[in-house]
């Protein structure tokens, strides 16, 4: 279907759904079949909805005198997870203790309100971390363009930045986001997570979209003082991030490809310590292809760290990501993924790429197996409230040793999740 078919079919359906009184249940319900056979993205369907909602309910809620309040909007999302790891240390006689545990992976709680002539704002908090997961001030130009101003994260990497955590077919981000994106611990990069910045989105009307960001350099999200922090002139640098998608839809609008890419340069976030003069850059190329029922997801990572692996040696850590999916029936849904880094004699641990694994020492290379399924209990194919996730873990740290660590460590067991979304 060409741009223009699209964009007047999205009209015409936005015009008979504001012109008829149709009930919101029917509304969903058309909005839902028209994703699943590929002629509204899932993006244009929220603006749809939205439309309705500003339509049918001028102002849906309101915490002051205001006219210019048109809507008030609260969701929401609780992830209760069990993990059971178990760590094998090549040639040690004592392995680290199983992990064996139940906990709240996040609790999260958003806030959106929507005004009039483009303006809005966006509060995500998460209760498990006690920390703001986004505090925003939108102002949309056009539909071409927006702007966004305050905390929220670093575009770099697709499953990161573009992927909601609420959306994860694994349950848990892949071993190379978690080592680029988490923080610096000596090994992680540390590039990317949350900061405060200035935000710039765009998009030419069909397939090419653009993000562009100025933020902090320093990685914030520890603790709610980082999110309200003014630093200080130990650490006033700025980071320039950019990231580029091409989509278009194929076989009759029954599949679809994304193809994209990010970068990051951070000055000052290289080296073993962050704020010893290093500069760090970092990039991801990716795809997303979906057809049907299936989909096969891919991202490769790379770096470039000034004196990252040591005092007198650059590192150029590297990694790459596939995943597949399948929907076997509307709510019973496999999914096997596999994920590799280099980390280019910077090292890495079990644990930096697998969370809730223990350490087994420092190595030069890491990989992980995931196999697991998704049960969709409550919801349809388009929007799901309730989801179980369960999936066995294989994970393998080896190559060049490192600071003295065993020929190699595995990591293996089981992790399951149980989310509700509102």
Do not use: C
Not at 325 to 352: A, H, K, M, N, W
């Amino acid at each position: 279907m060409t741009k223009n078919r699209r964009s007047s079919l999205r009209l015409l359906l936005l015009g008979l759904l504001l012109a008829a009184p149709v009930a919101a249940q029917d509304s969903a319900a058309l909005v839902n079949a028209l994703i699943r056979k590929g002629i509204l993205t899932n993006q244009e369907a929220e603006d749809i909805r939205a439309d309705l909602l500003l339509e049918n309910a001028p102002v849906s809620a309101g915490t002051s005198q205001s006219p210019n309040l048109a809507r008030l909007a609260i969701a929401g999302r609780v992830q209760f997870q069990y993990a059971h790891l178990a760590t094998d240390i090549d040639g040690v006689a004592g392995d680290p203790a199983t992990v064996n545990h139940l906990f709240l992976r996040r609790v999260r709680v958003s806030f959106r309100a929507t005004f009039r002539e483009g303006w809005s704002a966006h509060m995500n908090y998460d209760f498990g971390n006690a920390n703001f997961d986004a505090a925003q001030i939108e102002k949309i130009f056009s539909p071409q363009l927006k702007l966004q101003a305050g905390y929220w994260k670093a575009p770099i990497g697709y499953e990161e930045y573009f992927t909601s955590s609420g959306e994860l077919k694994a349950i848990e981000r892949s071993t190379i986001n978690r080592y680029f994106v988490e923080s610096n611990n000596g090994r992680r990069l540390g590039a990317g997570k949350y900061r405060n910045g200035i935000w710039l989105l765009g998009n030419n009307g069909g397939n090419l979209s653009w993000d562009f960001a100025v933020t902090n350099a320093e990685a914030q999200g520890v603790a709610v003082s980082d999110a309200l922090a003014q630093g200080s002139g130990a650490n006033n640098q700025l980071a320039y991030w950019g990231s580029v998608a091409y989509q278009r839809p194929f076989a009759e609008a029954a599949g679809r490809l994304k193809l994209g890419a990010t970068y990051g340069f951070l000055p000052d976030q290289g080296g073993r310590t962050v704020g010893t003069g290093n500069d760090l850059a970092v990039w991801s190329a990716y795809f997303d292809w979906r057809y049907l029922n299936g989909s096969l997801i891919g991202e490769y990572m790379g770096s470039d760290n000034e004196r990252g692996a040591s005092a007198t040696r650059d590192s150029q850590s590297d990694g790459w990501s596939l995943m597949a999916t399948y929907r076997v029936t509307p709510r019973f849904e496999p999914v096997l993924r596999y994920s590799r880094i280099d980390s280019d004699g910077r090292g890495v641990q079990l644990g930096d790429g697998i969370r809730s694994a223990a350490s087994g020492g420092t190595h030069d290379k890491m990989h992980e197996w995931f196999l697991g399924t998704n049960w969709y209990l409550l919801g349809d194919e388009a929007k799901h409230e309730v989801r179980w996730q369960a999936g066995y873990i294989f994970g393998e740290s080896s190559g060049i040793p490192i600071t003295g660590a065993p020929a190699k460590a595995t990591v293996q067991g089981v992790r399951s999740q149980l989310q509700l979304s509102y």
